[in-house]
């Protein structure tokens, strides 16, 4: 099986898989496929792993007739091309069309891989609307993969955001530094620094994407004082147990990532076959809190349309509140009992 090679095609894949998959053909044609010879090499380790089915093409995602293309309608949210703006003080500002690979569950998978790259006329455009409005104090850099664009482009941006006084906080979205590591060089990340307060929170679904490259480039970030945290979404047959979010968590925080959010899936065309309940979560998180450092215990968050945003979710801890006290449960799931200060029973 071929390994570090990158996979852009049927012919590629049917020559990784060693089979004819001419099958995939129709999938390939309606959602890009496109996965970075990093990822291939991850990949031929475990072929029908964790990493594999976040990036093979699955028949299954022409069956799904249901969803939406853009679920979280942020075209509706979108002042210019390349901005969602959907909270009072934060903007999204997706600066790359594109990744290294393509997720197949993407909730963008309407635009990633299929439009044009995004020029610099839609940076500048962006950038202006950031600079008339001065309620945003904080830039997410999205995409895509914010780090497709060139260190030159993504440099400048920086540099013209840092200019703008009610601009506070950078934040950097991105898969690179668990998926394409060899991206960041040691002259970008001292290149970035100069725009601190830079947060960089990093897309990571699986302890198995966890590679000593990986854990090399994330030392070197947070060395140069970014503040890292984690985002992972909870996809069925990739990371729905307990015990595999466990191993996952546990791990970032040694790496010195906070971890952040796991996102329930959106609810995107094509990605149904990566949908679990809310239920999942629920538990998922139920059996996180207590067994590790509270400070590896990301929230759990759904992302709601039509100006919802996200909403944390949670086991319930409450069973019942009276005038006098409050019933709760453990961690452990054992019952106590909290009585209001001052009140007599
Ligand atoms: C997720 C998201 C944000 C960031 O939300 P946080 O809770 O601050 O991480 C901002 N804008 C949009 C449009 C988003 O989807």
């Keep these: ?10 012919e590629d894949l049917a020559d990784f898989y060693n089979s004819s998959l001419s099958t995939y053909q129709p999938v390939i044609d309606k959602y ?49 091309k390349q901005i969602v703006h959907r909270y009072p003080d934060r903007v999204v500002f997706m600066v790359s069309n594109t990744c290294p690979s393509f997720c197949r569950f993407c909730m963008r998978k309407r635009f990633v891989g299929k439009q044009p790259q995004v020029t610099q006329s839609d940076i500048q455009d962006g950038l202006a609307y950031i600079a008339r409005t001065p309620q945003i104090h904080e830039v997410i850099l999205s995409g895509g993969e914010p780090f497709m ?10 540099a013209q955001l840092k200019q703008m006084t009610h601009v506070n906080v950078i934040r950097i979205h991105t898969r690179v530094p668990f998926l394409m590591p060899e991206r960041l060089t040691a002259d970008l990340i ?22 000593p490259d990986a854990c090399r480039m994330i030392t070197q970030m947070a060395d140069a004082g970014f503040p890292l945290g984690s985002q992972t979404v909870l996809l069925k047959g990739v990371n729905d147990c307990p015990e595999t979010m466990l191993e996952l968590m546990k791990a970032l925080l040694p790496l010195r990532i906070r971890p ?14 990566f949908q679990t309940d809310i239920e999942t979560g629920l538990n998922i998180m139920k059996c996180l809190r207590g067994q590790i450092s509270g400070m590896a215990v990301p929230q759990f968050m759904i992302d709601l349309p039509n100006g919802g945003g996200k909403i944390p979710m949670l086991p319930d801890y ?16 054992k019952l ?10």
């Design 260 to 273: 952040y959010y796991i996102h329930h899936l959106d609810d995107t065309q094509g990605t149904r076959h």
């Design 190 to 211: 001292e290149k970035l620094r100069k725009y601190h307060p830079v947060y960089i929170n990093v897309h990571v679904n699986h302890a198995s994407e966890i590679t």
């Design 336 to 345: 106590f009992e909290w009585k209001r200060p001052g009140k007599k029973k």
């Design 1 to 10: 099986m071929a390994s570090r090679k990158s996979l852009t095609g049927t």
């Design 318 to 333: 409450v069973k019942a509140r009276t005038p006098v006290s409050w019933l709760f449960w453990n961690y452990a799931g």
């Design 32 to 80: 890009p496929m496109r996965i970075h010879p990093f990822v291939s090499g991850l990949i031929s380790h475990d072929p029908d792993g964790p990493i594999a089915r976040q990036f093979i093409p699955d028949m299954q995602e022409l069956s799904d007739e249901l969803g939406s293309d853009d679920p979280l309608a942020e075209n509706r949210q979108s002042p210019v």
């Design 149 to 158: 664009q060139s260190n030159a482009c993504l440099l400048d941006t920086m």
